[in-house]
């Protein structure tokens, strides 16, 4: 039932899901399914968690809009818990994970500005995923997402990702570094993790440099690493933080987070936002917040992360097909020697949804709220398709 109406962006989907319940979507026909990617990292709680419900059917009762011309209670509550959970100073929300990367990439610039740089510079990585706008598809590691869309914004400079020496000779290079903007773990670039030192270092040359730390925590953040963000994981507290996906459980909301000089640098006229932090989105990051502290989620995903990566480990850490299992709470890849894209296909006709990204990663990315049964069946299903797809001639 394609739509002519609709852009042909996307590619072709073949599926129709009608209606979800905490860790299962179903289709148009009344098929089940564990939804082992949660609309990507998207649904944290799980579908229509009942908090999340209440909370926007109360607020929709209540006030869903007013505009950023007044103030928005929900709006400045949801900033203290997000300062507060993240070491940060303040908040600027928007309604997607890009536009908190513009908002990001903006405070850079305006740092630049005042720093007197004509063309202010921000480090990107390698394999770097960071959105589909202008600015946040050209900070984006993969040629796929920028190819037809020239003239593309100047003021980024590329080095590969978990290489700190890289970063210190461009910097012997180039005088005008403001920044470095990276993900703690890279998500559509196939759940690529650095050495453990890696942020610890970037921090320290940031520091040194003074450069300002921006780190894209809309795929890693609101629990799903099993730290509220992944840099918890570390120690280190970056300059600037974005965070999106998780934080509504569903409706769309994304933050750009600030600290120190970097929490300064906007003012009134600076950057806004029709949409952004309005009464209904940040009532629901406040239930979810609420939910994820409330129902100890972020410490199950640690636990139930480390069980499934252990389960798959065990299950094909010797099977000639794979080439590395790795994860962080529960944000799993499974590295493949060759392309699995088909894998998705045939893991819906036994009832589950996973993702491949970067072509050969088969990526798990489960609500938080998976059971231990869950996790045991998770397992055990992926375990047996990957062995079929090892047998599979190619
Ligand atoms: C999804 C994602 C984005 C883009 O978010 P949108 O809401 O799709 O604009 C940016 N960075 C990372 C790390 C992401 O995973």
């Known amino acids: 039932m394609p739509t002519p109406t609709l852009m042909h962006n996307y590619g072709e989907r073949t599926l129709t899901l009608v209606r979800g319940e905490g860790n299962y979507v ?199 690493s099993g730290k509220m963000f992944a840099y918890q994981h570390m120690g280190i507290v970056p300059d600037v933080l974005t965070t999106a996906k998780g934080l509504g459980n569903g409706v769309p909301i994304g933050a750009c987070l600030a600290r120190g000089k970097a929490a300064q640098l906007f003012t009134a006229g600076s950057h806004g936002s029709t949409f952004g932090g309005n009464p209904l989105a940040c009532r629901a990051g406040l239930a979810v917040l609420d939910t994820l502290q409330g129902e100890w989620l972020i410490e199950r995903a640690e636990k139930m992360g480390a069980q499934l990566l252990q389960s798959l480990q065990i299950r094909l850490g010797n099977c000639p097909a794979v080439v590395d299992i790795r994860g962080l709470g529960l944000m799993i890849g499974i590295e493949l020697r060759r392309p699995c894209g088909e894998l998705v296909e045939q893991a819906r006709e036994q009832g589950l949804l996973i993702n491949v990204t970067a072509n ?35």
């Open 26 to 224: 179903w289709d148009d026909r009344g098929r089940r399914y564990l939804d082992a990617i949660s609309g990507i990292a998207v649904c944290g709680l799980g579908h229509c968690h009942p908090k999340v419900t209440e909370a926007l059917h109360e607020q929709a009762a209540t006030l869903l809009h007013v505009s950023n011309l007044y103030n928005i209670p929900p709006q400045q509550q949801l900033a203290d818990r997000l300062a507060y959970l993240s070491g940060m100073d303040n908040v600027f929300f928007s309604n997607s994970g890009a536009e908190a990367n513009e908002a990001a990439i903006k405070l850079a610039r305006k740092l630049g500005n005042e720093r007197g740089l004509a063309t202010p510079q921000i480090v990107v990585m390698e394999g770097a995923f960071h959105g589909r706008t202008l600015a946040t598809l050209t900070a984006t590691g993969n040629e796929k997402v920028q190819r037809g869309f020239a003239p593309l914004p100047e003021g980024f400079l590329r080095v590969p990702f978990n290489d700190v020496e890289a970063i210190e000779r461009l910097a012997e290079q180039h005088s005008d570094i403001v920044a470095i903007l990276v993900e703690p773990i890279q998500g559509e670039g196939g759940v690529r993790i650095p050495a453990r030192d890696y942020l610890i270092k970037l921090r320290a040359l940031c520091d040194q440099r003074n450069w300002l730390l921006m780190l894209d925590e809309i795929q890693t953040g609101n629990g799903r």
């Open 360 to 394: 050969n990663v088969l990526r798990l990315l489960p609500p938080l709220t998976l059971t231990d049964s869950e996790c045991q069946q998770l397992a055990a299903d992926i375990g047996t398709l990957i062995q079929q797809f090892t047998l599979q001639a190619v």
